[in-house]
């Protein structure tokens, strides 16, 4: 979904209203969260900001194929890791992930997609953490987020539903202004969904409705 002139307005300061509609428009076919960031990594040089994952999950991602970092390993020209977690970095070392770098060891160079995939929520200092990625040579930024609009959200009536490291929840206008005001400018809105097998109204449903998807992708650009 490519942003109006009007929203822009409105996330750059230009324009202030108090009761603002963040029209949402999105394609009808249904990809999870991995799908759409391989599409736009494809062939691509990458910067994978907070690679790793947690170490509980990071075997059970590796076996059932879905750990990001692994996967972007297989379909980019050249992906490197960054990330703080130096326990998580020697536990992917020991079982021959390699490209991975703390932010002191990091070697510089140029790259065409800064990905920070499922790892704004989990910072203290969101403006400081977006600030730091823009230090590095890279021309597009995609964030990725949990979808604070999820369905899944209001029909658990008697709790929340979260990770436990998890300090935020970002709407599409709320997560595409945080990021405007970094410096960056928004080029595309995407709502992720795994769709279901054999499920024909559960995937029309999120086909026609994306503002309840499960993940946000935004993809932006340095000014």
């Not at 160079?109 to 040579?137: M, T």
């Amino acid at each position: 979904m490519l942003i109006s002139p009007e929203t822009e307005a409105y996330l750059t300061g230009e324009k202030f209203t108090n009761s603002g509609r963040f029209k949402i428009i999105s394609e009808r076919q249904l990809l999870d969260r991995n799908q759409h960031i391989l599409n736009i990594c494809k062939e691509r040089s990458v910067l994978h900001v907070g690679c790793c994952d947690h170490i509980p999950l990071i075997e059970k991602k590796i076996k059932r194929g879905s750990h990001l970092h692994s996967l972007l390993n297989t379909h980019t020209k050249k992906c490197i890791g960054l990330d703080i977690d130096e326990k998580s970095i020697s536990y992917l070392k020991e079982i021959g992930i390699s490209n991975i770098f703390t932010p002191e060891t990091l070697p510089q160079d140029k790259y065409d997609v800064c990905l920070a995939a499922d790892v704004i929520e989990h910072v203290g200092n969101v403006q400081s953490f977006l600030n730091e990625i823009n230090r590095h040579d890279f021309k597009t930024l995609v964030i990725t987020t949990p979808n604070a609009l999820r369905i899944k959200n209001f029909t658990s009536l008697k709790y929340e539903e979260i990770n436990s490291d998890h300090r935020y929840w970002f709407s599409p206008y709320t997560l595409c202004k945080t990021i405007t005001e970094a410096g960056y400018i928004i080029k595309n809105v995407i709502y992720g969904h795994r769709p279901k097998k054999l499920n024909f109204i559960y995937n029309a449903f999120f086909s026609y409705f994306p503002k309840y998807r499960d993940d946000l992708i935004i993809v932006s650009e340095k000014k």
